[in-house]
């Protein structure tokens, strides 16, 4: 089974469109994560979760929208594309106070914006 | 905030050691992490170590801490081609900053 999961896996839209990218896991973890991917493999977190309550928000345009309907799930909304926002977004999920509170990350979606 | 540094390349020849070198800047960080990114793929966690060891091994891999110097290590004993791979170091507690990444080259 797959632990953390990401729908779709591939994405090309026209600037100027709205998507979202799904995330599920099944580990029962209470905090999930969005980053983002660059080019250059630099990654950034852009948004954390715990128990469905925003904990991290970092310097993201608010044409990025985070939403959490349980602890299982976190989707990504964005608005609006743009050329920059082109990247891999992975999403992770952890468990807060769990050994090592390591991060399991998704296999990634790529975003490619024309 | 966390800043985590690491060269951005390094190329070795199959059963050579590889060591990967990472510095972070905040000496409160609980855990540190080396994660495997292989391509087109997600990031895999490889080891972690806890802020209060030194050193851990596990197989191949060995983990070097100088908290002194806010340094991390990683070496792969006898790389192999399928150890080609992005290696990412982190640094953090619930907030963990990722490091640029370090290509691993394995040359046969």
């Known amino acids: 089974d797959t632990a953390v999961s990401q729908t779709p896996k591939y994405l090309v839209t026209q600037m100027g469109n709205d998507k979202s990218i799904k995330c599920e896991q099944n580990?029962?973890?209470?905090?999930m994560y969005w980053y983002k991917q660059d080019s250059k493999k630099f990654l950034k977190i852009m948004f954390s979760y715990n128990n469905k309550e925003l904990i991290i928000n970092e310097t993201v345009p608010n044409r990025f929208s985070p939403k959490s309907p349980d602890k299982a799930h976190l989707n990504l909304h964005i608005n609006s594309l743009e050329l920059g926002d082109s990247a891999v977004y992975f999403c992770a999920s952890s468990q807060v106070g769990g050994e090592s509170e390591t991060q399991y990350f998704g296999p990634g979606t790529r975003l490619l914006v024309l | 905030g966390e800043d985590v540094e690491q060269s951005l390349f390094l190329s070795v020849r199959e059963g050579d050691s590889s060591v990967i070198n990472c510095t972070y800047t905040?000496?409160?960080?609980?855990?540190l992490y080396w994660y495997k990114q292989e391509p087109g793929a997600g990031l895999q966690l490889l080891t972690y170590?806890?802020?209060?060891?030194d050193m851990k091994q596990d197989q191949r891999l060995t983990v070097l801490l100088n908290k002194k110097d806010k340094h991390l290590s990683l070496r792969i004993a006898d790389t192999q081609t399928g150890d080609s791979a992005i290696y990412f170091c982190a640094a953090g507690y619930q907030k963990v900053t990722f490091g640029t990444g370090t290509k691993l080259q394995v040359i046969p």
């Open positions: 170590i806890f802020s209060n060891m």
């Open positions: 580990l029962g973890h209470d905090t």
């Open positions: 905040d000496s409160s960080s609980t855990y």
